[in-house]
């Protein structure tokens, strides 16, 4: 028995951990690494991705005959017979041998690829890898002279043919669902058409407006065309041919995109005329039509801010595929993470606090209604949603008629329809402790692209 006059009871309310899914991409590499199939590692500066690359094989041979090398290697390479592979040829004299090439396997120690011109007779085989070997190294020289800021992992799918690499991506996605927001992914899947038509098939399974998974891939101004509107998933970069060898301008944009970390002290700022380091700008001499064609198809490509006296490359125009700029989907992506976060937060507190529980009644429905609004208030503090918030608590139907009147034009709108209306009109919901009557309208905020400025020129002197 105790002689205490005062029992203190104790009760916790846990805040929500922030979500990092919108600062967490990967490099995609088929079988450029050694590292497990399936399986990542983390980069948090270029020389983590050193001890990480595939050893490059010895060649034994290179013979050029009418348009086609064939490689000899010095060892069974254990690709699949007649698969087409992405490769990467170094080190080889007369260098016109060198460089990364769809090669097509056929036997166990060769394989070939087209090359027009003769290089000459080789006097020095040098050695192959997998294409990724080359690109992750550009990836990452790409990504980290943006800054240090942001790591990135290195998803390895392991050596395969071009068409299997996004079969490859479709199969682990599944198997690690929102884990990623965005992929780097290799030229290949774009330039090699097979592959292309079966990325196509990967990305329109994130065309829905509540995928949060993203793929930035090069093109050319060949192959973009094949791809749709409905792409909201792609992020397409052009680069131009006179590029730097290091450089893979896809994984500029990626970055900046991981580096919005939203917040009052780091709001999200336009994609479009981000600065980029250590990219080439396309020049603009005659290509005002090709640059036209891009920004309709929503294709981007690295430009100068000298427009505004700036020398400092900048992306345009920032859009995924369905034209929208990046930072409208990365807004309505950040809001859906966030409001399932804080209410789901809200909800498991109010289950564990016995001093004030959260029960499915009216006060339970202000607190949730309170809880999206603090999601919808931090979206305007942090550059993500244009408007003032506006908490309502109006039926369905008069609540879609106030929106179709425009009663909430340039507002954020966030209503509650009330306990009692809901339950009238769904008594069966009240038993399963459902309620689906939240809702939030509003608009993502977007930067300036085009501006007009009338300018009335006169001779004519005031008295």
Not at 8 to 19: D, G, I, L, R
Not at 123 to 137: A, D, I, R
Request: glycine share 8%.
């Amino acid at each position: 028995m105790t002689n205490n006059i005062v029992f203190v009871n104790v009760t916790q309310t846990v805040a929500a951990t922030p979500s990092t899914l919108q600062q967490t991409f990967a490099f995609v590499s088929q079988g450029g690494t050694t590292v497990t199939t399936s399986s990542t590692s983390f980069l948090t500066q270029y020389s983590d991705l050193t001890p990480l690359l595939a050893t490059p094989l010895a060649i034994s041979t290179l013979t050029w005959n009418t348009g086609t090398v064939t490689v000899t290697t010095a060892l069974a390479h254990g690709l699949t017979n007649a698969g087409v592979y992405q490769l990467y040829i170094a080190g080889a004299v007369p260098a016109g041998y060198n460089g990364s090439f769809q090669c097509t396997v056929t036997g166990t120690s060769t394989f070939t690829y087209s090359l027009a011109s003769n290089p000459g007779t080789e006097t020095s085989p040098g050695t192959w890898v997998g294409s990724s070997w080359n690109e992750l190294q550009q990836m990452a020289t790409t990504w980290f002279a943006q800054g240090s800021a942001n790591g990135v992992y290195v998803l390895e799918l392991g050596e395969s043919t071009i068409v299997n690499g996004p079969a490859l991506l479709t199969t682990w996605l599944t198997n690690n669902i929102a884990t990623v927001y965005g992929f780097v992914v290799p030229r290949a899947w774009d330039s090699y058409a097979a592959a292309q038509t079966a990325f196509i098939t990967l990305a329109s399974a994130y065309e829905s407006t509540t995928s949060k998974t993203y793929f930035f891939t090069t093109t050319t101004n060949s192959t973009y065309t094949n791809y749709t509107n409905l792409l909201k998933s792609l992020y397409t970069k052009i680069e131009y041919s006179g590029k730097l060898s290091t450089e893979y301008d896809a994984a500029a944009d990626a970055w900046n995109v991981a580096n919005y970390n939203p917040s009052s002290t780091n709001k999200v700022t336009p994609l479009a005329f981000s600065y980029e380091y250590d990219v080439t700008p396309y020049p603009p001499a005659g290509a005002s039509t090709l640059f036209a064609a891009w920004k309709a198809a929503g294709v981007n490509w690295v430009g100068t801010g000298s427009e505004g006296g700036i020398s400092t490359a900048i992306i345009y125009w920032g859009t995924t595929m369905d034209v929208n700029p990046f930072n409208y989907w990365y807004s309505v992506d950040w809001v859906a993470i966030n409001l399932d976060l804080q209410v789901a937060n809200t909800i498991i507190n109010g289950s564990n606090n016995p001093i004030n529980p959260l029960y499915l009644n009216q006060d339970g429905i202000n607190r949730l209604q309170t809880s999206v609004s603090g999601v919808m208030n931090s979206a305007v503090t942090f550059g993500l949603a244009l408007g003032q918030v506006v908490l309502t608590t109006l039926d369905g139907p008069t609540f879609g008629a106030a929106l179709s009147a425009g009663t909430f034009a340039g507002q954020i709108v966030i209503n509650a329809v009330p306990f009692a209306s809901y339950y009238t009109a769904n008594p069966g919901q009240y038993k399963t402790g459902t309620y689906n009557g939240l809702s939030v309208t509003f608009t993502p905020l977007r930067g300036f692209e085009s501006v007009t400025i009338n300018v009335n020129v006169t001779s004519v002197v005031a008295p």
